[in-house]
């Protein structure tokens, strides 16, 4: 069966503070396309995670989900949970950020991946114990069996990292979320799992959405890019595009603000500009016009198919 797109229809997601409900996501609509690994860029706190996670419903249920996933004609939003769990790691595996909440500190890493690799029922159990091994060669692991044979907190930050990216690609899943996979790692390790990302996108066709600050890592894995600034996408297109033709002023400021690309960094919010009914970016935009403070700008098409929500191109 071929595998379906994921297609997100004005999600919003919002949290319940203090200070009212505090949004995310706000509204946000795209199609992941199958066949591709699309990039998720965007600032700490601009709501990838949060994106990512509501997909597979595995937010705190504090979380306030509206809009519309989804999965070719399965809706992820309201699909029955025992529907939902077949498809968690067998059709859409996640690699979450958060390493140490998704390993079990009481099982040893062993079982913790054969399981994973049986449950959908692909292998009997001698054959996914040698998958397993494979699997954490294949993430720079030189001695699996001694590896399999300890428990997560034996393990480094890096380890677990790494760890978790074999546990969500062990079912095979058409579709992988992958949230940071490279993080903390060194440029060895981080080439390594590029490495591994790239083989089974090539050899078991994967479709990925691949959240990273790393954007060196995006532009050479991706094949497009979403751009994320306060829980809404402001920008996608190629990935070449993106990095070598930002066309908003937040993409570029990102972009600079990479060591290679002179570091600079994006403003502060100018505080004269904070109350207002516009951009999101409003507040920290050099190239501000008087009318992105007053209307937020809808989606601009560019002529090589990407999309840019900014006056700049209307
Ligand atoms: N459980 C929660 N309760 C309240 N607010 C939350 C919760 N989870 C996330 N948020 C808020 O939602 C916003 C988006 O968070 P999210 O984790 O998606 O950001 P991110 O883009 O993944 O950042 P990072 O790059 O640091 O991982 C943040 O302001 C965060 O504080
Ligand atoms: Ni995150």
Redesign the pocket.
Known sequence: MAVPNIEIRNLSVC?E?AQGP?C?VNGLSTTFRAGRISGVI??????????GMSLLRL??N??KVTGECFFGAQELLTLPLRELRKLRGASIGLIP?NPNASLDPVMKIKKQITEAITTHGRLGKRAAEAEAAELLRQFGFDQPQSILGQYSFQMSGGMNQRLVSALGLACRPGWVIA??PTKGLDAVLRNQVYTVLRQIYTQHHSSMIV?T?DLHLARQLCDDIRV?YM?QLIEQDTAGEVMERPRHPYTAGLIHSLPSRGMTPIPAPDPARLSHRGCPFYPRCSKAMERCGREAPGDFELPDGGKVRCFLYA
């Open positions: 949290f503070t505090a995310a965007g600032e700490s706190g601009s709501g990838k995670s949060v994106m937010l705190p504090t979380a950020q949230d940071e959240i600050h994320l829980g």
